[in-house]
T-cell receptor, first 111, second 115 residues
Framework: DQQVKQNSPSLSVQEGRISILNCDYT??????FLWYKKYPAEGPTFLIS?????DKNEDGRFTVFLNKSAKHLSLHIVPSQPGDSAVYFC??????????FGQGTELSVKP | GAGVSQSPSNKVTEKGKDVELRCDPI?????LYWYRQRLGQGLEFLIY????????KSGLPSDRFSAERTGESVSTLTIQRTQQEDSAVYLC?????????????FGDGTRLSIL
């Protein structure tokens, strides 16, 4: 049973526009969420995180929003750049920092 | 570099053979994790080490899988009598203390292919 879900396997956007990647979770006990970016043949790279005591966290072009009542989070990338093309994973942190990952969304940013 | 290092980067072996995968975490990181990513899937947790102890082995899929860590550093994941369903990318990650609000740093993984 998937506790963290990314329902869109792929997303395509134009360079300069906003990319919005979505993630849903089922366990209301999760209190820390992370987004990772992954290029082919490389390990995931940490991008941004958010604690459940916040509803927004921003870092440069990247903003993560958390809606606890809906058990939903989203990653916004503005403006999108071709170098942002990668697979993005949403993850929730459990005990010991163990991560529960979604299936990933492949973002393609077209020039 | 100072990142997480995994070896080998690729491993092809015949069904039924044993394989050993190695992870060198970031120096000083006490927490070490192993994950597996099957084709088209997200990462699934296998095992967590704090120092040389493994308080959470809940993700190991069968008793053919085992792992150890020595010197609070290097970890090895061993798969005995490999099966085709073991084909995946095996990723190792480390973090400073294993707190649930600490991002993990990942290696580039070992791509395991079972013929």
């Amino acid at each position: 049973d998937q506790q963290v879900k990314q329902n869109s396997p792929s997303l395509s956007v134009q360079e300069g526009r906003i990319s919005i990647l979505n993630c849903d979770y089922t366990n209301s006990m999760f209190d820390y969420f992370l987004w990772y970016k992954k290029y082919p043949a490389e390990g995931p790279t940490f991008l941004i995180s958010i604690s459940s005591i916040k509803d927004k966290n921003e870092d440069g072009r990247f903003t993560v929003f958390l809606n606890k009542s809906a058990k939903h989070l989203s990653l916004h990338i503005v403006p999108s750049q071709p170098g942002d093309s990668a697979v993005y994973f949403c993850a929730a942190s459990e005990q010991w920092g163990k991560l529960i990952f979604g299936q990933g969304t492949e973002l393609s940013v077209k020039p | 570099g100072a990142g997480v290092s995994q070896s080998p980067s690729n491993k092809v072996t015949e069904k039924g053979k044993d394989v050993e995968l190695r992870c060198d975490p970031i120096s000083g990181h006490t927490a070490l994790y192993w994950y597996r990513q099957r084709l088209g899937q997200g990462l699934e947790f296998l095992i967590y080490f704090q120092g040389n102890s493994a308080p959470d082995k809940s993700g190991l899929p069968s008793d053919r899988f085992s792992a150890e860590r020595t010197g609070e550093s290097v970890s090895t994941l061993t798969i005995q009598r490999t099966q085709q369903e073991d084909s995946a990318v095996y990723l190792c990650a480390s973090s400073p203390q294993g707190a649930d609000n600490q991002p993990q740093h990942f290696g580039d993984g070992t791509r395991l292919s079972i013929l």
